[in-house]
């Protein structure tokens, strides 16, 4: 059966669940002890090239995570300390493993929110969050306001449901140029795709991201976590050297 009919007549859940058996099953080809991957906890001879780029070592054989995923569950297990913490968590567009992971840690009360995702615990459009003001001490976002129209209810959405010590750990794809682009005439997603090179894009973050977020009344640090590693762990653990983890508080609240 043609795979456009495949993702038309079987749920969504259960062409999860087909992608990951294949995964799992492909992953045995790159056992080795070249690369280590944090999230699933295996070593393989090679990480595998991803994205229209092709980056090289980039994409784990076996849970399908990237570089941006293994420096974020990194950074929540060694600055968080979210194994040794009592948290509230939301995880906005979660990632599987990285939601099986955070599910499974009885000291989280976890939430996970989309609306699409088949794998998200809620349905929820982050412009407009059903959840009460300061519900939660964590909240993960990574690569997500890209795809959202309105940024700004966004993220004031984001800081209405973060406790006042909270954390919101933000991730995005950052461009060379110095500010954002967005083009308000980009309205069909054909346009988009011409513009920003996604057609559920809805602008391409320039390196003026962290003070689009500050603007929304945050306190922002970009935190280049994978410098903090030696080389060769950077290389063994396939991190991404250009990723930075944004952390965002509320003003009165000071980022260790």
């Known amino acids: 059966m043609p795979l456009p009919l495949l993702k038309k007549v079987l749920p969504a859940q259960t062409r999860l ?7 799992l099953s492909r992953s045995w080809l790159y056992l080795g002890t070249n690369v280590y991957c944090p999230l699933c906890e295996r070593s393989f001879r090679t990480f595998l090239p991803f994205g229209k780029e092709r980056r090289s070592q980039a994409l784990c054989p076996r849970c399908h995570t990237l ?3 293994r420096l974020l569950w990194l950074y929540l297990q060694e600055q ?10 939301l995880h906005m567009a979660p990632e599987p493993i ?4 955070l599910h499974a840690l009885p ?10 995702s088949p794998v998200a615990m809620d349905r929820v459009d982050l412009q407009a969050l059903p ?4 519900s939660f001490d964590l909240i993960l976002c990574s690569h997500v306001l890209a795809h959202v129209p309105d940024e700004t209810k966004a993220l004031q959405e984001l800081r209405r449901v973060l406790k006042p010590q909270g954390q919101l750990l933000l991730q995005a794809r950052l461009h060379p140029q110095e500010k954002t682009l967005e083009t308000p005439e980009a309205v069909t997603p054909l346009q988009r795709q011409q513009v920003y090179g996604q057609s559920d894009r809805f ?18 640090q970009a935190v280049a976590y994978a410098n903090s590693r030696p080389a060769e762990e950077q290389t063994r653990l396939g991190l991404g050297l250009q990723e930075l983890i944004f952390v965002a508080t509320h003003p009165a ?3 260790a």
Do not use: C, I, M, P
Request: aromatic content about 14%.
């Open 107 to 116: 000291n989280l009360l976890y939430r996970s929110a989309d609306l699409t």
């Open 80 to 89: 968080v300390h979210l194994q040794e913490r009592s948290l509230a968590v």
């Open 203 to 220: 602008r391409k973050y320039g390196q003026d991201f962290g003070e689009r977020v500050a603007a929304q009344g945050f306190t922002v």
């Open 67 to 69: 570089e941006r995923h």
């Open 17 to 23: 669940s087909l992608r990951k058996f294949f995964w």
């Open 98 to 101: 990285v939601q099986q992971r």
């Open 131 to 134: 959840y009460a003001t300061a």
């Open 253 to 255: 609240h000071e980022v």
